[in-house]
């Protein structure tokens, strides 16, 4: 992975099989993530992996999961179930970047990653559109990246869900679009892909 | 302010001039907040206000905001706009945390004053539901303390977003309860109001 010629990361969160169990929609968003996926391998737009695992004690779970994760494991480091889904399995040179709670930047070096890229903006997709996606995005702003949430590419436990989360984010000054709409405007000479050149 | 004899500290956040005008709704919570913060007082339940304040330059205001803010200037430190409402003044001994974006936690000492007090659960209120609410919520759960939300104590931009957020919270496993239930709770001897003394 090597500095970037664009202004724009794609950030793919928690497409992991055992995630795909947890957040069934999931699986529904994979052929979507795949188009964005490959569309940033072919016009080199650096593509960063982010999942969620953890230790197979548990100790790193959040509090409040620590019953449900002793009772049923989750996304344990090295199993199948931490994995990501063989569609959108990385590459080389793409970086995986591992957390252990819902924000990718708590406690990784994914800021720095960023950093180190020159990226302005970052294009995001995976699940789950409260959880994981939002706490991402929320301290991408935090941080003043612009960031595209890709709402099609997306997904939570339920549609209400997923669009009272989308409502939010867009007051917030998220760009929220779709990735045909990122994908032709990225064609148009607007690598934000947000209609800020 | 000195280490607490309880396991529980209170929280509010943004309660300032400006914010009131931004978000109308947080003048009706006001007296709410008054009786959590008087009851703190009187059973020595350490108080921590957060606000948000900003340089007058406005060169630590989100990105996303900066052009609002040069239109009309919010929050600006050392004015009327960034003080405390009256009715919620600190007092002698109360910590106050000043902060730059949505979440207590970012950039802030919030997190070692609270390991400090030696609290593991933190009760919330304030403005607004959505953002500072939220992130502050969440940065709490990911750094593994019990959450407990005042929700007659907090307020949104509408009735709608307010509700949808909750929804949300109480998912990832924060609890919403109200001022009088939280205060019934603790008279009864569950410290943390929240149902797991």
Not at 19 to 35: D, L
Not at 38 to 62: C, K
Not at 142 to 162: G, M, P
């Amino acid at each position: 992975m090597t500095t970037s010629g664009t202004n724009t990361a794609l950030l793919i969160i928690d497409m992991q099989n055992d995630a795909m169990n947890m957040v069934p929609s999931g699986a529904e968003i994979q052929p979507t993530i795949k188009r964005v996926l490959e569309y940033s391998r072919t016009n080199n737009i650096p593509v960063i992996h982010i999942v969620r695992v953890h230790r197979a004690d548990g100790v790193d779970v959040e509090r409040f999961r620590s019953v449900l994760f002793q009772e049923k494991p989750f996304l344990v480091e090295g199993t199948v179930g931490a994995e990501i889904v063989p569609e959108l399995k990385p590459i080389t040179g793409e970086c995986i970047i591992k957390k252990t709670r819902f924000s990718g930047f708590f406690q990784t070096n994914l800021q720095l990653i960023i950093s180190r890229l020159g990226v302005s903006t970052l294009v995001i997709c995976g699940v789950q559109t409260p959880n994981c996606i939002r706490e991402t995005a929320t301290d991408a702003l935090a941080y003043d990246y612009a960031v595209v949430l890709l709402k099609d590419a997306i997904s939570a436990q339920t549609r209400e869900i997923h669009e009272a989360n989308l409502f939010d984010m867009q007051n917030m000054g998220i760009t929220i679009t779709t990735v045909d709409a990122y994908i032709s405007s990225w064609n148009q000479g607007d690598q934000a892909g947000n209609g800020k050149p």
